[in-house]
C-alpha cells in the first residue's frame, strides 16, 4: 500500500503537538479508509529540540526535510526560550528551514468560511465569500539581509542594523508564482511595496511589472504601497485576489488578513521552492498560529489550521487531490454542524476541544466517503 511518499512531522513547541496529534488521526483514516500508505517520519524543531538537543534543529533532522517530500511543522517558540541568544532561539529552527530548502514562496491563504462569518471582527458583508491569497517572499529581505547585528559604538551606545535587500531574480521567482496562482482564479495580482521610500521597493515594483509584461499579460497587475494595502485590508478586502510582497510586509499583511477570517486558528500556509525537472517542489506546511503558550498543553486549541495545511500538502505536494477536498468539505461540515472550539466560540454554538474536533472531522470523513 506504500505510496513511496514521505512526510516528515515536527510538532514542534506549545500547541504544536496537541493539534498534530488530530493530523496523525486523519493519516491513519486515509491509509485504513482510502489506501494512502504514507511513510511519516517525526522529528524535533524549536525549544523541543533545543530541550533534547541544545539546537533549534539538528542536521539529522534537516537532512531528513530534505529527503523528504513534506514537511508538516506545528509551531515554535514559548517564554522558556525567550531570553536565549537570537541565534538559539527555537525561531531560528523554522527560519533554517525555510533557508536552507530555499522556501522562497510563502503561500498563506485567508478564506472566510460561511459558518464563521460572524467570528471575523470586520462587518459580515465585508468579508462574507472572502478568499485571497498572500504570497509572501520567505528567504530574503530584511530576515536574511546583510550586513546585521547589534554593535556598540565608541560613546557606548549600541547600534542594531538589519538590511533589506532583493535581486532581480528572487523578485522574479516569488512573482512568478503568484501570477501562476492568479491564473487558476480571477486573475488578479496586487504587488506591495514601499517603492516610495525604499530603493528594493522600486526594484521590487519594476521586476513585478517587467516579468507580467513578458510573460503574464492575461494577469491584471496592480502595485499598491503596502501601508496602503494594510489600510484597504480592513475597508474593502473582498477588492483582492492575490496578493505578492515581500518577506517583511508579508509577515504582517498575512497576520492582518488572516483575522479577516475571524481565527488564526482556522489558517493553513505552504512554503514552496523551485520546481525540480519532474515539477516536484521542496515544501513545508505549518498553521499560520504560533505554539499559543497561554492555551497549550490545555486540550483547547484548534486543529483545524494544521489539518488544513495538511490537506494543501496533499494537494500540492502528495498528489492527493482528492483526499485533500474530503477533508477540506468535512471541515466545513463540522462548522455547518455548529461545533466549535474555543478560539471561533459563538452564541448558540458547542464548545469543544481539539480532541473532539478531531474526532468530528474523521466522522464526517467516514460519512462524505461511505
Ligand atoms: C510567521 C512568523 C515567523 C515569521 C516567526 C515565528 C519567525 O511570524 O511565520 O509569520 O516572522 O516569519
Ligand atoms: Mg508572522
Redesign the pocket.
Known sequence: MGSGKMLLILAGDGIGPEVMAEVRRLIEWLERKRGFGLQVIEGLVGGAAIDAHGVPIDEATMADAMAADAVLLG???GPKWDSLPFERK??RG??RL?KDLELFA?L?PAVVFNALVDASPLKPELVRGLDIMIV?E?TGGV?FGEPRGIETLADGSRRGVNTQVYTTEEIRRVARVAFEIAAGRSKRVCSADKANVMESGVLWREEVQRLHDEAFPDIELTHMYADNCAMQLVRNPSQFDVIVTD??F??IL??EAAMLTGSLGMLP?ASLGAADAVGRRRALY?P?H?SAPDIAGKGIANPLAVILSFAMCLRLSLDRAGDAALIEAAVQRVLDGGLRTADIMQVDKARISTRVMGEAIIRELDKIAA
Open positions: 509551531a515554535v517558540g527555537p525561531e523554522l527560519l525555510r510563502n498563506r509572501r520567505l530576515y518577506n517583511l508579508g509577515d498575512s497576520d500556509s505549518e499560520v504560533g
